[in-house]
Every structure is written in C-alpha cells, then in structure tokens.
C-alpha cells in the first residue's frame, strides 16, 4: 500500500497526488475526468468509469478445440457469470448438432442471452437482459419461494404418495440455478464496476451477501431434488408410518428453519436470526432418532431414507448458514 500525504490548495482545497504506474496503465490524461465514491466504510473508490452504463464485453470460444460439448456448456455459463455481454462461438468447420444442442439450452437455462447471429461456423450470443433492471432482493426472494414450493410439494407427495409430483419438484430446479446464475453475474458486474452500485441500489457489501444467500439457496434447492429422486423408493415400500410421521415433522422443522433465515435477512433481524440457529439442536436431534428406525429397514428402504434424512437435516444447515450470514452483515452494517 502507497502512503500519500493531504496537502492544502488555495486555502481551503484538499489535494493528493496519484500513482504515476496507475494513470499510465489506465492511460489518463491531462483534464480527464475521475469519478469519486464514498463507500459505506467510509473508504473512497477511485475510477475512470464516470458513466453507470454497463461495459460492454465480448468471450469467444472456438469450439474446435472443444472436445466434449458438456464442456462448452460449462465455458459458457462461466463467461454469462463473470459478466460478458457478448458470447461468440466459432469453429474451424460446420458446427455438429452436439455443440449447437449446448448452446440452445444454455440460451434456455440462462436469464439474458440470446442468439443474433448464426451461420455454419459462427453463433454470436448477446446479453438482452439489463441486470440492473432486477433488484438482488427480489431474485433471492423468487428463489426462496420456488424452493419452499419444492420442499413443501415433496413431503406432500411423500404423505399422500404420489410419485408424479415428486418427479415434478425435480423439474423445478432448473428455475433456482439460472436465478443463482443471475446472481452471481450482478455481483460479478458490480466488482467490475462499483458505480453500478447506485443504479442498483445497493452496497458491493449487500451484493456480496446476496450472493452468498443465493448459493446456499441453490444449495437447498439440490437437495430437495435428492429427496425427491429418493421419495418413490419410499412410496412404493411398505415402511412404517410411524417413521413417515416423523420424517414429516423433521421436514417441517427444517423448513420452519429455513423460512425464519431468510424472513430474517429481509426485516433485518439479528434476535431472529440467532433464534434459527437455536432450533437446529432440535432438528439434529430428530435427524437422529429417524436415522436410527431406518437402520432397521432392508435394502433400498434404508437407504434412501437415509439420504432423505441427510438432506432435511443439511436443509436445516443450510438456513443456519444464512441466519450466520445475515448476522454477520448487519453486525458490519452498525459497524
């Protein structure tokens, strides 16, 4: 870190000097204008970027040197995550039917992007969708709601047996990883250019917490889809209700949990955060005793009754993960 020392102009100006290496990297010249932000810790940013428009940035895959298209679908999501408004795919000879399946469902997956150009051996992707136009608050308040349906809707499916809608809730997850994705990408844009921060209404600090809340939602939402590909298993055996009732009340307690984290997050809330991290002792307690009766259980019964188990009981970690986080945040935020 640099030491520069305030100096006094005219009486009542306070100056002080720039990093020579920084203005030559950033090629500022005489009269150039330099945007000043105060940030929330009372730290100023200093930037070239005067104007909140977003830059506009373009990757270029070249699918020739591509041997597996699973892999293209990873390399696109990375570049839609770290920002690139722009997306060109291009390829030494016509593009297999492979390749442009990828694309076609990375378009399908993603909030934004979408193909204007297209020949044999090109496909441009560009990025319709203005990530300041949706609030953080709202994406993470989607994603808690769509979730919460998930969990709820498979322990339903659990109760009355019905095998169609617990294949339904797998369906669901799509939904929860592009509005993470989204996340993720705003809070990336935001790193690239604090001066969004404004136009979005909110801190890089805020952002960071958002994004933090939005990838153990995605991970909630992970394993509501393994207690649903393990739920049939259940319906179709003929495991004792007695162990259903208390696999029921778990999931209840856990979903309880979650909800409270994320009610905590909005009203800003440590009490009722802290509160959350309170009730786990309870839902791990009840983990075990399931966990016990399923033991007992023979083959595939047991063991998927036990992954059901793991999964309420991560569910309820997972939500204590947020409430640390909200506590975290709002403890900064007096600060």
């Known amino acids: 870190m640099e030491i520069r020392r305030v100096q006094i102009t005219g009486g009542s100006s306070y100056i002080i000097t720039l990093p020579k290496d920084w203005i030559i990297s950033r090629n500022i010249k ?3 204008p330099l945007g000043i932000h105060i940030q929330s810790d009372g730290t100023l940013l200093l930037t070239p970027k005067i104007t909140q428009e977003l830059q506009q940035k373009t ?3 070249d699918v020739s040197r591509i041997s597996k298209p699973p892999y293209l679908l990873q390399l696109l999501i990375g570049a839609y995550i770290s920002g690139y408004s722009s997306i060109k795919i291009t390829s030494s000879s016509r593009m297999s039917t492979a390749v442009r399946n990828v694309i076609r469902s990375f378009t399908q997956l993603a909030i934004g992007p979408e193909v204007i150009e297209e020949t044999d051996t090109l496909v441009i992707l560009k990025d319709l969708h203005n990530p ?10 989607r994603m808690h709601i769509i979730v919460k349906g998930m969990f709820e809707d ?7 047996k019905d095998i169609a809608l617990s294949e ?4 669901r997850d799509n939904d929860v990883d592009r509005l993470h994705w989204l996340v993720a990408r ?3 844009i935001l790193l690239q250019n604090a001066s969004l921060a404004d136009k979005m209404n909110i801190t890089i600090q805020m952002a960071s917490t958002c994004f933090l809340i939005s990838k153990i939602i995605e991970r909630i939402g992970d394993h509501v889809v393994l207690i649903a ?8 055996s003929d495991l004792d209700r007695k162990i259903i009732e208390k696999i029921l009340i778990a999931s209840t307690l856990s979903i309880d949990i979650f909800n409270k984290s994320i009610n905590s997050f909005f009203k800003k809330d440590i009490k009722a955060s802290n509160e959350t991290l309170e009730s786990l002792v309870t839902l791990e307690k009840l983990c075990e005793e399931i966990n016990t009766l399923a033991l007992k ?8 009754t036990g992954y059901i188990i793991e999964s309420i009981r991560r569910t309820g970690e997972y939500a204590e993960d947020i409430s640390e986080n909200v506590i975290n945040y709002l403890v900064a935020e007096e600060l």
Do not use: W
Not at 154 to 160: F, P
Not at 297 to 302: L, M, S
């Open 132 to 141: 300041t136009e949706m609030p953080l608050y709202k994406t993470i308040k």
């Open 59 to 61: 990757k270029e895959f």
């Open 229 to 236: 590909e393990n739920t049939p298993n259940l319906i179709k």
């Open 154 to 160: 498979v322990m339903r499916a659990l109760h009355i």
């Open 297 to 304: 259980q023979k083959g595939i019964v047991a063991i998927s």
């Open 168 to 171: 339904d809730v797998c369906s």
């Open 186 to 188: 705003q809070y990336n």
């Open 30 to 32: 005489k009269n150039d």
